[in-house]
Each structure stands twice: as structure tokens, then as C-alpha cells.
């Protein structure tokens, strides 16, 4: 069977195009997982660090890298952004992709101060941009479940809900454990009361 170019060019179209920015711990996870999703193309990736960039390029040679985040996000072909960069970045670097016009997915934390986070969410809204903040735990079978236990009942009332972390990896010498672990547990204990109290 014969390919019809005009099939693929149909849909090149359709495609999502994400740039990221910042490749260290969490930037490879990232690419490998957005490469993964058949309607996404990676097209570049941001790191200042050449080491960072030269595993992007050997592991995916189709994307283009760059050390200028400015290259990611003045690239009118790219429709979203993922920023993975230390916290105190998050808040100019999403105001500059929103103010490029891009979808924004953002590590947690979104910002390093309420009032930087606010300005974040009200620009993503009056540019009618997307804005997503890296709450993967919502995603986990984990939580999933005890969301559907809940939201039948099956759990009865709930009264408490306590935290523990044990052994997560390396620790983050940017931020302090409380900055790089509770927006994790704050998103999951809002999501499973969603419904429930507020």
C-alpha cells in the first residue's frame, strides 16, 4: 500500500509542537514521555549545559537543541511550552511563553511566591492559554483509585489525611524538601476533597 503525502501533511497539521526548557533531573522524562504520544512532536529542547544537550541530541536526533530559552519560546512553529528549570525560573519563563502565545505545562512548584503564581494564572487566562502545573501524582493508579473509593463512599467520612515520603531519589539541593514535596501531597489532598468539602 502506497503512502499519500498529502495524508502525512494533513497530519503534520494536527500535531501539538512542544518546545521544553531545562533538561536536568526531570527535562529527560519529559521529552522521552512527550515523544511517546503519537499527536505531540518534541521540535527543541533548552539547556544551558552541553553535556544536557548532547544526551538530548545522541537520544533523539530529530529535535534541535539549543542553550537560549529565548530560541524555545520566540519559535512561533511551537504551540507549548514545559518548563523544567529550578523554581525561581518558573515565574519569568511562563510569563514569557504565555506572552509568545504558548500552552504552558510548569513543574511544581509553579512559582516561588503566591502572588507570582496569581500573576501566572491570570495572564494564562486573559491570553486564553492553557496552564498546567506538573501534579503527576494525580495521575498515579494510587490515586486514582482512592479518588473513586471516596467519591462512591466507600471510604467513609474522612477526618485526616497524613503524608509520609520515604526514599523519593536524590534530593533537590535547589529548593528545600518542604518546596519540592508538599505541592505533591497539597494537590492530591485538594483533589480528593474537591467534591467532598470545598
Avoid at 98 to 106: A, E, F, P, S
Avoid at 169 to 174: A, E, L, V
Wanted: proline share 6%.
Amino acid at each position: 500500500m502506497e503512502c499519500d503525502p498529502n495524508f502525512i501533511a494533513t497530519q503534520e497539521e494536527y500535531l501539538i509542537r512542544v518546545g521544553i526548557i531545562g533538561c536536568g533531573y526531570w527535562g529527560p522524562n519529559l521529552v522521552r514521555t512527550l515523544s511517546e504520544i503519537d499527536d505531540v512532536r518534541v521540535v527543541r529542547v533548552s539547556d544551558l549545559r552541553p553535556g544536557r544537550r548532547e544526551f538530548v541530541s545522541r537520544r533523539y536526533p530529530l529535535i534541535q537543541t539549543t542553550a537560549d530559552a529565548n530560541d524555545v519560546l520566540s519559535d512561533t512553529s511551537i504551540d507549548a511550552v514545559a518548563i523544567a528549570t529550578p523554581p525561581d525560573t518558573h515565574y519569568s519563563l511562563a510569563l514569557n511563553a504565555l506572552d509568545q502565545g504558548k500552552h504552558i505545562l510548569v513543574e511544581k512548584p509553579l512559582a516561588t511566591t503566591t502572588k507570582d503564581a496569581e500573576r501566572i494564572i491570570e495572564l494564562a487566562a486573559r491570553k486564553q492559554r492553557t496552564l498546567l502545573v506538573g501534579h503527576l501524582f494525580l495521575y498515579s493508579p494510587a490515586v486514582v483509585e482512592i479518588n473513586s473509593l471516596l467519591r462512591r463512599g466507600d471510604l467513609g467520612s474522612v477526618y485526616c489525611i497524613s503524608s509520609v515520603r520515604c526514599n523519593l531519589g536524590p534530593p533537590n539541593t535547589q529548593i528545600d524538601a518542604l518546596w519540592d514535596l508538599a505541592p505533591h501531597d497539597i494537590s492530591m489532598i485538594l483533589h480528593f476533597m474537591d467534591d467532598l468539602f470545598l
